[in-house]
Nanobody, 124 residues
Framework: QVQLVESGGGLVQAGGSLRLSCAAS????????MGWFRQARGKDREFVAA????????SYADSVKGRFTISRDNSKNTVSLQMNSLKPEDTAVYYC?????????????????WGQGTQVTVSS
């Protein structure tokens, strides 16, 4: 079955950096766009970033644009999220997800497989 396993979360001070990784198995990884979402306590899950099947096209939430970078390695079935200049409001559980198609999607309804999430906490 499809498995998405995130890693790389943790506690960091404001202004610091973290790199999240997601290892995928059980699917033809290069056929699907991938995305990162996050959910802060008491809030709805929100879109963070997405990348097309080839890696050529990316999309970011306005709140992370210029600070976060999504990338993928189809030879290793992994997708990563480099997070720089972190802010306390970035604190959330971050989820990796695989899309139903090859193209960048920003809505969670277009993603059919999800990881278990990894906690990112940014202290002020």
């Amino acid at each position: 079955q499809v498995q998405l396993v995130e890693s790389g979360g943790g506690l960091v001070q404001a202004g610091g950096s973290l790199r999240l990784s997601c290892a995928a198995s059980g699917l033809t990884f290069s056929n699907y766009a991938m995305g990162w979402f996050r959910q802060a306590r008491g809030k709805d899950r929100e879109f963070v970033a997405a990348i097309s099947w080839s890696g050529v096209t990316t999309s970011y939430a306005d709140s992370v644009k210029g600070r976060f970078t999504i990338s993928r390695d189809n030879s290793k079935n992994t997708v990563s999220l480099q997070m720089n200049s972190l802010k306390p409001e970035d604190t959330a559980v971050y989820y990796c997800a695989s899309s139903i198609d090859r193209f960048v999607d920003t809505t969670s309804a277009m993603y059919n497989y999800w990881g278990q999430g990894t906690q990112v906490t940014v202290s002020s």
